[in-house]
């Protein structure tokens, strides 16, 4: 038996769930911590002042907002040819070793790097290839 699209196109019985609607599982169980919110949320804060630490940290990740990555900030030259990119590794090496940057931070400025390299590349290797064709059709 071959298995295929489970309905045909245009079925319009066959769409699922809409989009943004809920399971009524989780309708459920929203509406059921709406109606105690308050009173689970005092317990929650009387258990953390009574030193419970799940409690603590619950009160405090609601609290504080969650911490986001610092900003990198690296003297890169305008990348528009294979050695410009070259140039732009190389510094970022340099202020890997220096300490100015984490190895974390270095790995993910790399990775962006290494994909506009790589199309750099593309576009260079598409020019060189459109002046063969050109040259080559010139003399035939």
Same mark, same amino acid.
């Given at each position: 038996?071959? /298995?295929?699209? %489970?309905?045909?196109?245009?079925?319009?019985?066959? /769409?699922?769930?809409?989009?943004?609607?809920?399971?009524?599982?989780?309708?459920?169980?929203?509406?059921?911590?709406?109606?105690? $919110?308050? %009173?689970?949320? $005092?317990?929650?804060?009387?258990?953390?002042?009574?030193?419970?630490? /799940?409690?603590?940290?619950?009160?405090?990740?609601?609290?504080? %907002?969650?911490?986001?990555?610092?900003?990198?900030?690296?003297?890169?030259? $305008?990348?528009?040819?294979?050695?410009?990119?070259?140039?732009?590794?190389? /510094?970022?090496?340099?202020?890997?070793?220096?300490?100015?940057?984490?190895?974390?931070?270095?790995?993910?400025?790399?990775?962006?790097?290494?994909?506009?390299?790589?199309?750099?590349?593309?576009?260079?290797?598409?020019?060189?290839?459109?002046?063969?064709?050109?040259?080559?059709?010139?003399?035939?």
């Amino acid at each position: 038996m071959k /298995r295929g699209r %489970p309905f045909e196109p245009g079925n319009r019985f066959g /769409r699922g769930r809409t989009k943004g609607s809920r399971n009524k599982a989780t309708a459920e169980a929203l509406a059921l911590f709406y109606e105690y $919110k308050d %009173p689970l949320i $005092k317990k929650c804060i009387a258990r953390a002042l009574e030193g419970e630490v /799940r409690a603590l940290a619950l009160c405090i990740e609601r609290i504080l %907002p969650p911490l986001r990555e610092p900003t990198v900030r690296l003297r890169m030259p $305008k990348l528009e040819k294979l050695k410009d990119a070259q140039l732009a590794l190389q /510094r970022l090496v340099e202020n890997l070793g220096k300490g100015n940057i984490t190895p974390q931070e270095a790995e993910k400025v790399h990775g962006i790097l290494a994909d506009i390299r790589d199309h750099i590349e593309a576009g260079e290797i598409d020019d060189r290839l459109t002046a063969l064709e050109k040259r080559a059709h010139e003399r035939e």
